[in-house]
């Protein structure tokens, strides 16, 4: 069983910065690509950023700039520090891993519940 929980949603202003963290804990062999994930009401889920496990990233063409994403490979955890938000910005951000649990198993992805960021203008 993995488990993945975000933290550091909220509200803030426009021009604003926040954090979010998402820890992966459980049956973890190893984990691959890391990604931050985000839902509007009535849009389709996007991907935000992504992370390998090497460290190579890529970013939505929208947040280019304004985000980055990073990890900690020892805590298991991922990061998306978001600068310079905007009300576009806000929706429900989720991050994804694609986790290994056995040392002969194949990567299966994994989601967190989600946090809620808002943005006001």
């Known amino acids: 069983q993995v488990h993945l929980v975000e933290s550091g949603g909220g509200l803030v202003q426009a021009g604003g910065s926040l954090r979010l963290s998402c820890a992966a804990s459980?049956?973890?062999?190893?984990?691959?690509?890391m990604g931050w994930y985000r839902q509007a009401p009535g849009k389709q889920r996007e991907l935000v950023a992504a992370i390998t496990s090497g460290g190579s990233t890529n970013y939505a063409d929208s947040v280019k700039g304004r985000f980055t994403i990073s990890r900690d490979n020892g805590k298991n955890t991922v990061y998306l520090q978001m600068n310079s938000l905007k009300p576009e910005d806000a929706a429900v951000y989720s991050c994804k891993a694609s986790v290994r649990t056995t040392i002969t198993g194949g990567y299966y992805d994994y989601w967190g519940q989600g946090t809620q960021v808002t943005v006001s203008s």
């Open positions: 459980g049956s973890i062999f190893s984990i691959g690509a």
